[in-house]
């Protein structure tokens, strides 16, 4: 059974640092392609970047220069670094399987990420 | 970069109504867009993927079609499980995983 579980949510200060973890079961993370979404709240959803199985990233604008996404594939575990952290990073954020490289078909419960003094 | 218009914002249906939900690219994307389903508090789910296939498990009351610049997401006869507020997304132009404004669905 494929299953996705994040962590490292939290509160965090303006100019902060976080980490967001994605555990991964039921698939390997490095023979796909893996996205982390958002949504602000009471938004839409929004795509922050993506990581191509042979290990090309890719990022929004938003959070360009920013985040950094990368994977450990001993831990078959999908991360996101998030640095200069801002008031509208404020979202929960999904970590996604991505199917032939289109198709958001697994999506994680989601982990909360408040920036604010 | 693509822009998706998604319409209308909110809608609201009664149980066994037919709903119609479109979904507008500003630019071709050929059949590369997809449609999910989120429930309040929940992740997304993905319902539809190339703008017409039903993904394995989800009820064939859910239908899309449409290519091009215009699609259109269907209920053919609403539940109350199926409020939520559902979003397509396009995936001609990668990366960029755009995705459309949302259409929220309550039961009148």
């Known amino acids: 059974e494929v299953q996705l579980v994040e962590s490292g949510g939290g509160l965090i200060q303006p100019g902060g640092s976080l980490r967001l973890s994605c555990a991964a079961s039921?698939?390997?993370?490095?023979?796909?392609?893996m996205i982390w979404v958002r949504q602000a709240p009471g938004k839409g959803l929004e795509w922050v970047s993506v990581?191509?199985?042979?290990?090309?990233?890719y990022y929004a604008d938003s959070v360009k220069g920013r985040f950094t996404i990368s994977r450990d594939n001993s831990k078959n575990t999908l991360f996101l670094q998030m640095n200069s952290l801002r008031a509208e990073d404020t979202a929960v954020y999904y970590c996604?399987?991505?199917?032939?490289?289109?198709?958001?078909?697994?999506w994680g419960q989601g982990s909360l990420v408040t920036v604010s003094s | 970069d693509i822009q998706m218009t998604q319409s209308p914002p909110s809608l609201s249906a009664s149980v066994g109504d037919r709903v119609t939900i479109t979904c507008q690219a500003s630019?071709?994307?050929?059949?590369?867009l997809n449609w999910y389903q989120q429930k309040p508090g929940k992740a997304p789910k993905l319902l539809i993927f190339?703008?017409?296939n039903l993904e394995t498990g989800v009820p064939s009351r859910f239908s899309g079609s449409g290519s091009g610049t215009n699609f259109t997401f269907t209920i053919s006869s609403l539940q109350p499980e199926d409020i939520a507020t559902y979003y397509c997304?396009?995936?001609?132009?990668?990366?960029?995983?755009?995705f459309g404004q949302g259409t929220k669905l309550e039961i009148k």
């Open positions: 190339d703008a017409s």
């Open positions: 990581i191509y199985s042979g290990g090309s990233t």
């Open positions: 997304q396009q995936c001609d132009n990668l990366p960029l995983y755009t």
């Open positions: 630019q071709d994307i050929s059949y590369y």
């Open positions: 039921g698939f390997t993370v490095s023979n796909n392609y």
């Open positions: 996604a399987r991505v199917r032939a490289i289109a198709v958001l078909d697994y």
